[in-house]
């Protein structure tokens, strides 16, 4: 769509060339693998985050930590015993309760068997986020917010 506004304007202006059209379609392009949204998917005991060109996975039974990274963007880097690292944006577990109860599950599970030595905040705060969004939804729902 982006391409396609690009080009309708230069043409418009009468300015459009092949050269300027290619150079459009390359910032269309680029775009388009920038903002690119990674996809992410969980079964019992793994979470995996599915961008363009890769897949990582982690052991979430077998989780060692768990960071939450401030900045532009919030991330959540999960790190399991295999040296295995995924980092998602926590609005994909506030979107999708059952991402984040798996991965809520699976986590207690690394959490009993010791092998989650440091994250327990980095969850807690995660889970207050899903549940300040769930009782959000529970009031407007019922006609309370």
Not at 13 to 41: E, Y
Not at 92 to 120: F, K
């Amino acid at each position: 769509m982006l391409l396609f506004v690009l080009l309708l304007i230069d043409w418009g202006a009468g300015s459009l060339t092949s050269v300027r059209g290619a150079l459009w379609t390359g910032l269309a392009v680029l775009l388009f693998l920038i903002l690119f949204p990674p996809r992410v998917t969980t079964g019992e005991g793994w979470l995996a985050s599915r961008g363009l060109l890769r897949e990582r996975r982690v052991r979430t039974d077998l989780l060692v930590s768990v960071r939450c990274l401030d900045g532009v963007s919030q991330r959540l880097v999960l790190r399991d015993v295999f040296g295995d690292r995924v980092q998602i944006n926590p609005q994909v577990l506030v979107n999708n309760p059952d991402l984040w109860h798996r991965l809520a599950e699976d986590a207690h599970r690394s959490a009993t068997s010791g092998s989650l030595t440091c994250g327990q905040t980095a969850l807690r705060r995660v889970s207050e986020r899903i549940d300040r969004a769930n009782a959000r939804t529970v009031f407007k729902v019922s006609g309370l917010d």
